[in-house]
């Protein structure tokens, strides 16, 4: 929920301490949420997605990578010494990536001295996600055997941008810093300067140079661990409200328990037989059912067009991670141009029985928030970099997915009377946000609207 001091409500200081999360990713976190308007909007999925996608499979993937190979024993890796790799600027990619990261650093100095940090936070980042490309790209594992001179000239670049980072992210997460620098067998003093004195950042362009061939690093170790799903709904309960609360929470839960061993016993009096959720422990009662049941997915629009005997549909065919792309029909002509439905990521509910509109056959669901008159109507989008196929996820609920929604049971209808567009955009049921492996989905602009 919202953050509110005054009530109480949110995760303070003394209780991020007992999370045992390291302060450096609640730092990260706080400063990427930065609000520009209103109270900071904290949803513990968004912090473990922040954590899982950017923290973890970017920043530390990237510098472990890097680090874990120049440490392995000679025919593997460089036996912790940093190689030399003379004319480092003659091979293109290498070239490529430092032309990238002067940018970056510059953007970043600029923001740094307005004192944009979360500008200045995103720009240290990026220079990471090249990092990462960089690494891919070059192959460096093959080019070992393959071509020697190539991977000594990517194995110190990447060095170079190793401790370039540890550099640019000291303000942001200074403890990080001194453990990158501890890996790197730097001492925090030898700071990188960019500016000569002319205050050109023209030594950012040279990344081979940052650091000396034939210095010995350290011990390379993970430096983010993963926050698991089940730690994320342990903590959501924990920290569920304010202080006060939560402590009524735990009482009234301790009383719905004793409710619901005694129900175990007696049949529902309902006349219908609804299977008993899995996971009985969470207190709910026992003919909910779980928003797991949805297959919703990450999806790519290949192409759109108008449907050739119906104005207000548009026929998709969208990539939802499959062998073969589905055919979806959409209503949704009146209310998004063709060219915006070309090309774009969108979720997608892919287990409800295939109906035909007009003639055409359409296999699955492109899910859209539309306000109160339902005269504006806007797609749910994923995160630029979620990935084609993947699982749309709610804290809190696991489980698969049905294969085929049961139309008899009205899951699909009792569920979506949940979904709905937050006061801050992202798309939730009821409180939980659609998260996916780079963070939570969001409407443009239609605040608080339903979402079918």
Sequence with gaps: GKFSKSHGIGVFGNDAKTTNIPSEVWRYYLLMNRPEVS????????????LNSELLNNLGNFINRVLSFVAKPAGGGYDSIIPDAPNAESHPLTNALAEKTNKWVEQYLEAMEKVKLKQGLKSAMAISSDGNAYLQ??????????????????????VGV?????????PFMPSFSREVLHQLNMSPDEDLSFCDDKGETAKAKRPWDFVSAGHKIGKPVPLFKELKDEQVEAFRIKFAGSQAERILKEQAEAEAKKVAEKL????????SSKKKQSGGSKSKTA?????????????LIRKAEKHP????????????????????VSGLVKFIP???????????LCNLKPVAMRGIKSHAMVLAASN???????LVEPPESAAVGERVTFAGFSGEPEASLNAKSKTWEKLSADLHSNGELVACYKDVPFTTSAGVCKVKTIANGEIR
């Design 309 to 328: 005997d119906a104005d207000s549909l548009y026929v998709e065919e969208i990539d939802v991670g499959e062998e073969a792309p589905r055919t979806v």
């Design 137 to 158: 790209e070059s192959q460096f594992w093959r080019l070992y055997k393959e071509d020697p001179a190539t991977c000594a000239i990517v194995m110190k670049t990447s």
């Design 372 to 378: 109160e008159d339902h005269t504006k109507v806007e």
């Design 264 to 271: 175990k016993g007696t049949k529902l009096s309902e006349g």
């Design 39 to 50: 109270d900071t909007l904290f949803t513990w999925a968004d912090l473990q997605a922040k």
């Design 287 to 299: 003919e909910e059912v779980s928003v797991a049941k949805l297959d919703i997915r990450v999806g």
């Design 338 to 348: 063709l060219e915006e439905m070309q090309n774009r990521k969108v979720c997608v």
């Design 162 to 170: 190793v401790y370039l980072l540890s550099c640019l992210l000291e």
